[in-house]
C-alpha cells in the first residue's frame, strides 16, 4: 500500500512530464508564463486550503440551542441528583 | 434477545482527566438517553489519577447507578488518550466500542442514532461529525479530499462508535499522540476499506475548563495532516 504522497506523486509526474514537453516543444510561448504558471497554481491552492480551514471552522456546529439544551439539562441532573441523595459535594 | 447474553452489547469507555464536574451530568445523561432504547451498555470510566477528587465521585455514582452499568478503571497517572482506550478494551464486555468525551461537548443523545445507523447496514465505524451536512462543508470536504482522500468529514472527532475487533486493530497500527491520533485511526480505517457511516452530531464548547478551539488546534490539525499524507501507507 502506498502513502498519499507517494499516490499523488504517481498523478503528478505526467503533468509535470506534459508541461515540460510543451516547453520544448516548439509552440510559441514565453518563459515567464512557463515558470510563472505553476507557482500562480499553487498560491491559489494555498489560498483556497486557507480559506477553506476559516470556511469549515465557522461553519462548525456549535449550536446555540444546544448550549441552552444542555444547561438545562445539567440543572435537571443536579436536581434529581439530590433528590435521590446522591453525595456530589 | 437480552436474555441470551451475559453483559451489555455496548461498552462506553469514558477517559477522564478532572472531571468531577462533569462526569455525573455524563453519566445521568447517558442513562437518560440509553434507558428506553432496549439497548444495552455499560460504561467505563477510565481516570487518570485525577487530583480534584474526580474518582470518588464516580464511586457515588457506581452506588447509584450500579455495578453492572458504571465501572471505574483507573490509572496510575495521565497517560494519554491510546492507552486510555486501551486499558478500557480490556475490560470492555460488548461487542462494540463507544468513544466519547466526558466533559458534555459530546452528547449522549446520539449513541442511540448511531446505534441504529449501525446496525442498519452492519458498519464497522460510525463517526459522529461536528460539520453539518451541505453548503460551505462541500469546500471542507474537497479540501480533504484532495489531500487524503478519507471520505469521512470530521477526521478530528472523537465520538465515535467501533466494533470492537476494528477499533483494536486500528489503536494497535495507529503511532501518533493526542488528536492527531483520532485522525491517524480514521485515515488508517479508510485504508482498510472499513465502512463508516456518519451521524451528523452537535458539539457544545466545554463547560467547566478551558475551551478545546483555538489557533492550537488549527496549527496541530493542519501537522497532523502533513504527516498522515506522507507516512500513513
Redesign the interface.
Known sequence: ??????I?LTKITPILFVWIVTYFSGIPHSFEIFIATPIVLIGLLGI??V???I?????????EE??VE?IR??DE??A??KR?N???? | MPGNRRGPEYSIILPTYNEKDNLPICLWLIEKCMKDTGYSYEVIIVDDASPDGTQDIAKQLIKEFGEEKIILKPREGKLGLGTAYIHGMKFARGNFIILMDADLSHHPKFIPEMIRLQKQKNYDIITGTRYSLGGGVVGWDLRRKFLLQPGVSDLTGSFRLYKKDILAKLISESVSKGYVFQMEMMFRAKKHGFTIGEVPITFVDRFFGESKLGAQEVISYAKGLLYLFFTVS
Open positions: 500500500m502506498a502513502t498519499q504522497f507517494q499523488y483556497y486550503a480559506y477553506s480551514v470556511a469549515g471552522v465557522l461553519r462548525f456546529r456549535n449550536c444546544a448550549k444542555l439539562e445539567i441532573a443536579r434529581d441528583f435521590r446522591v453525595k456530589l459535594d
